[in-house]
């Protein structure tokens, strides 16, 4: 049983590979385009792509080209190449600009930008790019039926960009950086003031700042030590019962400590 079903298996390969073959040398183009419409519905999207790589050439300039060009353009996106995909929606829109299939290739486009757009902690650049083509499709269809779930994706988007933001501030605490990791954490809040990492950035950067200061030259470290008094303030005034409380109140008194010893010094030369 189990032979005899490879082998029908493999009949019907050949059988297919056959017909698709002879689809790809027939001269009627028209035939050419039924078959391919009939492997993207039978969701065969290889086969599909390269007949309408050949079709969008063909029909440039008639009334087939629009709908050649949409099923190609779904074609590359369904067999997962997405930068493809992306670059040939794009197209479509600036092609076909009244086509009734433009709202979902303006939005298509995002979206190929968005599924190629990796983990945190890779680089960001498709993201980047993905919250702008979803801006710029709300722009163009504020009362589209896509809206919504573009809004949904752009604060997806962005909520990696804060993760991102977070991981490279903390990776420069952890680098004992810490000049660069308080200006990090400064700009993780300024970029986003409503992150749920506020707490911990701030107390983060209260450290940094405070052993910053003290590492400083003797010059320097007045000033620095003061600014480690201002993020402490930030952070009881964010976060009044803040976990983080006790060890911030230390971290606080030390650099008072530091603060009026400089000053005794100072007043001693």
């Known amino acids: 049983m189990k032979k005899g079903t490879l082998l029908i298996l493999m009949l019907l390969t050949l059988v297919s590979c056959s017909k698709f073959q002879r689809l790809t040398k027939n001269p009627d183009m028209e035939a050419k385009y039924q078959g391919a419409v009939k492997y993207y519905e039978k969701k065969d999207y ?3 792509l390269q ?3 050949e079709l969008i050439s063909v029909y440039r300039g008639t009334a087939k080209a629009e709908d050649s060009y949409y099923y190609y353009s779904f074609c590359t996106y369904y ?4 930068q493809t995909a992306a670059y040939y929606f794009n197209n479509f829109v600036q092609t ?4 009734k299939h ?3 290739a303006q939005y298509m486009y995002a979206y190929c930008y968005y599924l190629d757009s990796p983990i945190s902690s ?9 919250i702008e083509k979803f801006q710029l499709f709300i722009n163009r269809y504020p009362q589209g039926e896509k809206v919504k779930e573009a809004n949904e994706r752009i604060d997806e988007l962005r909520k990696k960009l804060e993760d991102k933001s977070f991981d490279i501030a903390k990776l420069y605490f952890d680098m004992e950086e810490y000049k660069a990791s308080v200006v990090a954490f400064e700009n993780l809040i300024n970029n986003y003031p409503g992150t749920e990492y506020k707490e911990i950035a701030l107390f983060t950067m209260l450290r940094a700042q405070y052993i910053y200061a003290s590492k400083s030259v003797d010059t320097k470290k007045m000033e ?3 600014n480690t008094l201002d993020i402490y303030y930030k952070l009881v005034d964010n976060f009044p019962q803040s976990r983080y409380l006790r060890d911030a109140e230390k971290i606080f008194d030390d650099a008072k400590s530091a603060i ?4 005794t010094q100072g007043k001693n030369l």
Not at 79 to 82: C, G, N, W
Request: hydrophobic fraction near 30%; proline fraction near 3%; charged fraction near 35%.
């Open 96 to 99: 076909f600009p009244n086509s």
């Open 79 to 82: 067999v997962d190449d997405y």
């Open 46 to 48: 290889y086969h599909a």
């Open 102 to 104: 433009t709202e979902e």
């Open 122 to 130: 890779l680089d960001q650049t498709s993201t980047l790019e993905a």
């Open 51 to 53: 007949l309408f790589e």
């Open 260 to 263: 009026n010893k400089l000053d």
């Open 224 to 226: 620095r030590f003061k």
